[in-house]
């Protein structure tokens, strides 16, 4: 029994310094101990050393501040520049001198006699500043205490003041070591880039016509063929009527392609539950820029079928008809002098948006009868670049573009053009799309000739 007894005792004492031993460490670890205590039987622990912290982020022992290191957005941009920046107080500091350098500020900054002067983005805004007090825009302020931080080479701003004196905001996240700076106006980098792409675009365009004068292209013939597979666009549009209880399905089908050496449009729209045609229209005809079609008439296009009745100068608008069409005009050259037209299919429900020169002109709906029309659309003198937009309800997109110059509806002394056209009013080919009015079915007939008299007057009959 004494024995078992002598056997515990030494058990508790050796779990006693065990338990001992484990506590001290405990207590080093957690830096709860604030000095060596000597553990007898124990050997003593090695001193923890804190890390020093990042480079980034270091202690300045002058003002107490923390320098910060940051990359800069500007606008959501990354720049390539870096700043250094300070933190103190809750608060963030930015250096005006450096600041100004990186936006292209004149603002000349003292450090040593803690002022600065100059402008930024227009020289009405001019900016004063001194230990005391700064005047941006003719407005005085007061800088109270903590405002600024005064170096030897330059003042450091307080990010809230900087604000209120400058067209920018400035957020700073310490996690990424970023500063993000959004402006409020144009700054002057950002008008020298606009500005640099502008004059690359005019020296583009230059070169471009210099190229079209001194080269000559080859051009590449694309010959009519007897028949080929057309490429047709189905649009399908499914919707659900609560009235009728079911899935009602619109479509329409595109087609173009050649047949019998013409080139042969189809447009068809209905719906599928009620195998209803709504609209159904087809053209055949040529186009040819060289101005070699149907002989001795040279003309420049024809065409047949549902057509688009040719236009008068004098202001007679064009209506829609089944007849034939055709003219020796240079394909590229607008209905009149100043104003031209855009008429065409397209998937009904679609939005159409037309451009000139990259600027909004009109923009409509198309109609379930599959057309668009845009008429008495002002052309500019020069190049006009005219863009048309569709877009789908699902998203999709397509362009259209066609040039047209002003000065190209004014003929070369002698040039002789013609224009004409006959139709049935308001009729189609295959008389589903018809609409019924007091002159449908009459004989509509349009004819214009132009004749150059010399370099600057052009006689017009029509």
């Not at 825009?137 to 080479?153: A, D, S, V």
Request: aromatic share 10%; proline share 5%; with cysteine.
């Amino acid at each position: 029994m004494t024995e078992c007894h002598g056997f515990d005792r030494v058990i508790f004492l050796i779990k006693a310094k065990a338990l001992v031993v484990t506590a001290t460490a405990l207590l080093l670890m957690s830096g709860v101990a604030q000095a060596e205590v000597p553990i007898p039987g124990t050997a003593p622990l090695p001193a923890v050393q804190t890390p020093a912290p990042p480079q980034s982020q270091t202690q300045n022992k002058a003002d107490d501040a923390v320098n910060l290191v940051l990359q800069i957005f500007v606008d959501g941009i990354e720049m390539q520049e870096f700043i250094e920046g300070q933190q103190q107080n809750g608060k963030y500091y930015l250096p005006l001198g450096d600041l100004s350098h990186l936006l292209d500020f004149p603002i000349t900054v003292n450090g040593e006699k803690k002022t600065a002067e100059g402008w930024f983005i227009d020289e009405k805004n001019k900016i004063s500043l001194t230990e005391k007090t700064a005047e941006v825009r003719g407005e005085k302020t007061q800088i109270l205490p903590g405002m600024i931080l005064p170096e030897e080479n330059e003042i450091f701003v307080e990010t809230g003041l900087l604000s209120k004196w400058l067209p920018l905001d400035f957020s700073v996240d310490l996690h990424r070591m970023v500063l993000s700076i959004t402006a409020h106006a144009t700054l002057p980098y950002q008008a020298a880039a606009w500005r640099q792409k502008l004059h690359e675009k005019f020296e583009q365009q230059q070169q471009l016509k210099k190229t079209a004068e001194d080269v000559n292209l080859k051009k590449l013939k694309t010959p009519y063929s007897g028949f080929e597979w057309p490429s047709a666009d189905l649009t399908l549009s499914p919707s659900y009527q609560r009235g009728n209880r079911g899935i009602h399905t619109d479509y329409s089908i595109q087609a173009a392609g050649d047949f019998g050496y013409l080139t042969g449009r189809l447009h068809a729209s209905g719906n599928l539950n009620d195998q209803y045609l709504s609209d159904l229209r087809a053209s055949f005809g040529r186009d040819d820029y060289e101005r070699k079609l149907l002989g001795p008439l040279h003309a420049s296009s024809f065409s047949f079928g549902d057509i688009n009745a040719a236009t008068l100068e004098q202001g007679v608008t064009s209506g829609q008809g089944r007849g034939f069409i055709m003219t020796n005009r240079a394909l590229d050259r607008p209905d009149k002098f100043d104003i031209t037209r855009f008429i065409g299919d397209a998937k009904p429900g679609w939005d159409v948006e037309l451009y000139r020169n990259d600027a909004l002109l009109a923009f409509q709906t198309v109609g379930s009868n599959g057309r668009y029309e845009f008429n008495e659309i002002p052309v500019l003198f020069g190049d006009n670049i005219f863009r048309l937009v569709f877009y789908g309800p699902q998203g999709q997109r397509e362009e259209i573009f066609k040039t047209v110059n002003a000065d190209s509806t004014l003929l070369k002394k002698g040039d002789f053009t013609y224009n004409l056209s006959a139709d049935q009013k308001s009729q189609s080919l295959f008389g589903v799309s018809d609409n019924s009015t007091r002159d449908t079915g009459s004989l509509r007939t349009v004819g214009e000739v132009e004749y150059g008299l010399s370099k600057w007057i052009t006689t017009t009959l029509g």
